[in-house]
T-cell receptor, first 112, second 111 residues
Framework: DADVTQTPRNRITKTGKRIMLECSQTKGHDRMYWYRQDPGLGLRLIYYSFDVKDINKGEISDGYSVSRQAQAKFSLSLESAIPNQTALYFC???????????FGPGTRLLVL | RKEVEQDPGPFNVPEGATVAFNCTYSNSASQSFFWYRQDCRKEPKLLMSVYSSGNEDGRFTAQLNRASQYISLLIRDSKLSDSATYLCVVNMNTGFQKLVFGTGTRLLVSP
């Protein structure tokens, strides 16, 4: 079984809809991250969390919110989706003692 | 100037060739450097960390040049399975684990 899972893997939605992307991990890591990847722009950090009570904005947090329901779960919400949020979204985890980040398989989101 | 810059490629090489990628970074205070590999439509995976003294893992060698602020990745005896995008990743050392990802260099190895 994968250590970092994301659901859904693919999603098509319409402008203005609320959508939630979920991430779960079994690695026991305390740190979790949400990134988006766009062609030619690389991975950009949306939000990160160092533990359940710690949530921080990344470089492109506008239009997004997150919830850290438990150490193993970190959800990303788009309150009102817009077409330029069409992207590949990755969740990642890391241990506070190491820098290596482990990524989930990604969620491909299309906003029409 | 971008924080991390890479040549997007693609680099087209035949099997068995040696190929090298460079990556430049803007923050001279950066302390940690990595190469990740990303296959098409898949998640990035750590290929190797880059240490000050350089490091080697089989056919892969990573080097760091702090004076010129670049890191490199050398792949010897290229295999078809090496075809992927290679992401240069830098920890900007801003007080937390902020990794900045380059846009990637695409490698295509042909028979």
């Amino acid at each position: 079984d994968a250590d970092v899972t994301q659901t859904p893997r693919n999603r098509i939605t319409k402008t203005g809809k609320r959508i939630m992307l979920e991430c779960s991990q079994t690695k026991g890591h305390d740190r979790m991250y949400w990134y988006r990847q766009d062609p030619g722009l690389g991975l950009r950090l949306i939000y990160y969390s160092f533990d359940v009570k710690d949530i921080n904005k990344g470089e492109i947090s506008d239009g997004y919110s997150v919830s850290r329901q438990a150490q193993a779960k970190f959800s990303l919400s788009l309150e009102s989706a817009i077409p330029n949020q069409t992207a590949l979204y990755f969740c990642a985890t890391s241990d506070s003692a190491q820098e290596t980040q482990y990524f989930g398989p990604g969620t491909r989101l299309l906003v029409l | 100037r971008k924080e991390v810059e890479q040549d997007p490629g693609p680099f087209n090489v035949p099997e068995g060739a040696t190929v090298a990628f460079n990556c430049t970074y803007s923050n001279s205070a950066s302390q940690s450097f990595f190469w990740y590999r990303q296959d098409c439509r898949k998640e990035p995976k750590l290929l190797m960390s880059v240490y000050s003294s350089g490091n080697e893992d089989g056919r892969f060698t990573a080097q760091l040049n702090r004076a010129s602020q670049y890191i490199s990745l050398l792949i010897r005896d290229s295999k078809l399975s090496d075809s992927a995008t290679y992401l240069c990743v830098v920890n900007m050392n801003t007080g937390f684990q902020k990794l900045v990802f380059g846009t990637g260099t695409r490698l295509l190895v042909s028979p």
